[in-house]
C-alpha cells in the first residue's frame, strides 16, 4: 500500500478522462473517447488530472460524468448490494453518494457537488485508481491485463472498479492497510494457479486479501457492505489462508468460520 499526494493541474482538463469502467458484471469495452459530463450546472471545484467533474450531478442525471461518480462511489451501495456502472443516476446512485458523503463527515444529501468531487480528487491519484491501491497489485499475472475472459481493457477497468471498492472498505475499517495478494489471472494464470474454470478473476473483478492486522473473517464480514457479490473466506474449501472479494453478476458469499 502506499500513500501518495494527488496532482492537480490549474487548468481544466476535461479532456483527460478516464477511458476505463465497468459494469456490474462483466463490463462493456469503455468508449475511446469520453462523452462530456452530464447536464452541468457550473464549475464544482479545482481541475483534476484524472477527470474533473464540470456541474452538480443528482438524481435523473446521466452520462460519462455519472459513470466517473459511480466508479468512485461502487463501494456504497449498502448490505449485499451492488451499484451497476451504467450511468444513469437513480435511486441507488443517489443513496451510494450519500453513503459516501456521510462516510467522509459530509453533507448527505446524495447530491454530488462541489464538496463531494474535491473528497473524490484528494483520494484519488492521477491514473484515476484510488490512492491506496495501484493497477500493480490487482494485476500480477502480466502487464498488459490480456487473455482473460474479456477484453484487456474491460479487465483492467473492472479492477478499477474492485479497488474503488476496496478503498471504501479500508476506510470503514479505520483506514487501516489492507494487502492485496492478486488480482486479475488471464486463462493460462488461473489454471496454473488452480483457479475455478469460471474464476472472477479472469475478468478482473476479483482480489485476494492477506489477513493484516484485520484478519480474514474481519475482512469478509466487512466485504458484505462494500459492493461485493462474491465472498470466500475461512471455512470455505481452500480459503483459509486468504479472503476473496469479487464482484459480478449473481451472490455466493460463504466464510463458515466467520458466520458467513
Known sequence: MRSRPVGFLLSALAGAALAFGGTAAASATPPSAPA?????????????????????LREGSSGE?????????????GYGNQIAIDGQFGPATKAAVARFQSAYGLASDGIA????????????????????FTYAELNRCNSDWSGGKVSAATARANALVTMWKLQAMRHAMGDRPITVN???????CNSAVGGATNSRHMYGHAADLGAGSQGFCGLAQAARNHGFTEILGPGYPGHNDHTHLAGGSGRFWSAPSCGI
Open 36 to 56: 462530456p459530463a452530464a447536464a452541468p450546472s457550473g464549475n464544482v471545484g479545482t481541475a483534476d488530472a484524472c477527470y474533473t467533474w464540470s456541474g452538480t
Open 65 to 77: 460524468a455519472v459513470r466517473q461518480l459511480q466508479i468512485r462511489v461502487a463501494g456504497y451501495p
Open 113 to 132: 457537488g462541489s464538496q463531494t468531487f474535491s473528497k473524490i480528487y484528494a483520494l484519488q491519484d492521477d491514473d484515476c485508481t484510488p490512492v491506496n
Open 182 to 188: 492478486g488480482g486479475f489471472r488471464s486463462v493460462s
